[in-house]
């Protein structure tokens, strides 16, 4: 096979996406803003249209076929995530309704159980909104205190600060596995064992690593992990929490309902099996059956090509933005292959508004983020009100990088022509 004649991966599965074939300004799309949210291949929108249109029922009650349908694709898509993350059984997947409330599970109906005063809860100071949030509620309902591990010198996670903070105090560690913002790839599996030996408990929020690397749940020997499917190719609505299976069941159900339960009476209830436990009211049918295809889809491609692919761009992207002067570029720098992080820059360009130059870029049709990317405090503690942000995901080309590349450089430039 010549060069000219292999496909990159991204020409391969492009016409399995029909919005990227959208025109945005009276350009093509170019949409780098996956960390937000990925796009959804046609196996997934088929997949959501072939429920509705043969097997909508409700699932787990009824005997009749429609329902039996239903309930072996909702429950054959719990096999598929099961699989994907290497659980080591598929009751400890419970759906829920994307990461956050994964999170929000664990932090009521294990940490408002579990956490007194004086006990600890480690976080980072990179993490998402998702995992600031829910801890601080717990820990104004508590009196547990919570610590946050600082970066190092490369803007990446500072692992002997955490040893440092890590005690018999310590009784749960939340960390990101992949910063949304920074970028960088965290040492979950040595956090974990770093924080088992005090005994605490680990949850690891892998949104932006599930979607783009091979994650075995075994190996990270995380006792929970979070993910949302529609960073995944799936739809909105759905994600999922991992728990350990005596984890699980050592934890109260935390929404009461339908399909939780095992036998209700007026005064007391018994509830349902795992996963169900966690699972209250009819839950999101259609989209649980599309994550399945998500999994399937990803998997038919796999996680390492993906991975491979991305790491390809990553490198072309950060050769690309060396180009341009001045620009700052937040957290750790990938090697020249690529590798060390993931595929995604944000940054900011001297005085120059992310707000104005996202929309600016989108004039010419191309999709960036500018805010705070849901890490308010790790802005504030670089010392920037925000920043922009493009992400990458398989289907993104280098023509599409370097598309980016030439609309930001032209957009400073305007910019700092108005300015002098
Ligand atoms: C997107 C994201 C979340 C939150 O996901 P939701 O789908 O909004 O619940 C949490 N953590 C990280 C790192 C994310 O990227």
């Known amino acids: 096979m010549t060069f000219l004649q292999e496909k990159t991966l991204a020409a391969q ?3 399995d996406f029909p919005i990227l074939n959208e025109r945005v300004h009276d350009k093509p799309l170019v949409y780098l803003d996956n960390a937000a949210t990925s796009q959804k291949p046609i196996a997934v929108l088929d997949a959501l249209r072939h429920y509705y249109e043969h097997d909508n029922a409700n699932v787990h009650r009824g005997a009749h076929t429609l329902s039996a349908r239903a309930t072996d694709a909702y429950e054959g898509a719990r096999d598929k995530v099961a699989a994907f ?13 994307n990461a956050s409330e994964a999170i929000n599970i664990v932090a009521y109906a294990w940490g408002l159980n579990n956490l007194q005063a004086g006990d600890e809860i480690i976080l980072t100071v990179m993490e998402h909104h998702s995992n600031l949030v829910p801890w601080q509620l717990i820990a104004a309902r508590t009196g547990a205190v919570i610590k946050h591990v600082q970066l190092n010198e490369e803007e990446g996670l500072d692992f002997e600060h955490f040893k440092s903070l890590l005690s018999e105090k310590t009784k ?3 960390v990101v596995y992949v910063s949304n913002t920074l970028g960088c790839i965290n040492p979950v599996h040595e956090i974990c064992t770093e924080a088992h ?3 605490a408990r680990v949850l690891i929020d892998a949104c932006q690593a599930v979607p783009h690397m091979q994650v075995d749940v075994q190996a990270i020997d995380c006792d929970w992990l979070v993910a949302s499917g529609h960073k995944m190719c799936a739809p909105t609505g759905i994600g999922f929490l991992y728990g350990k299976l005596d984890v699980l069941r050592s934890m109260p159900p935390f929404f009461g309902g339908g399909e939780m339960i095992a036998d ?3 005064d007391h209830s018994t509830y349902a099996d795992l996963p169900h436990k966690f699972e209250a009211g009819t839950p999101a049918i259609a989209e649980a059956i599309a994550l399945g295809a998500a999994v399937d889809y990803l998997t038919n491609i796999g996680m390492d090509k ?3 692919y991305e790491e390809e761009l990553t490198a072309h992207l950060f050769q690309r933005l060396a180009e341009i002067p001045n620009l700052r570029i937040y957290g750790t720098k990938p090697d020249a292959r690529g590798r ?3 595929a995604l820059a944000s940054f900011t360009a001297g005085e120059l508004h992310p707000h104005d130059l996202s929309t600016l870029l989108d004039h010419e049709g191309i999709a960036i983020r500018s805010g705070h990317h849901c890490t308010q405090p790790l802005h504030r503690l670089l010392n920037a009100p925000g920043s922009a942000r493009a992400s990458l995901y398989f289907y993104n080309t280098h023509e599409e990088i370097d598309q980016f590349i030439e609309a930001l450089k032209s957009t400073i430039e305007f910019f700092s022509g108005m300015m002098n």
């Open 197 to 199: 030996k005090v005994g």
């Open 13 to 15: 599965v492009r016409s």
């Open 172 to 174: 749960l560690v939340s």
């Open 264 to 266: 209700v009476y007026l």
């Open 306 to 308: 993906i991975h491979a």
């Open 85 to 97: 993350v290497n659980a080591a059984s598929r009751q400890e997947i419970v759906y829920t309704r």
């Open 340 to 342: 060390g992080r993931a």
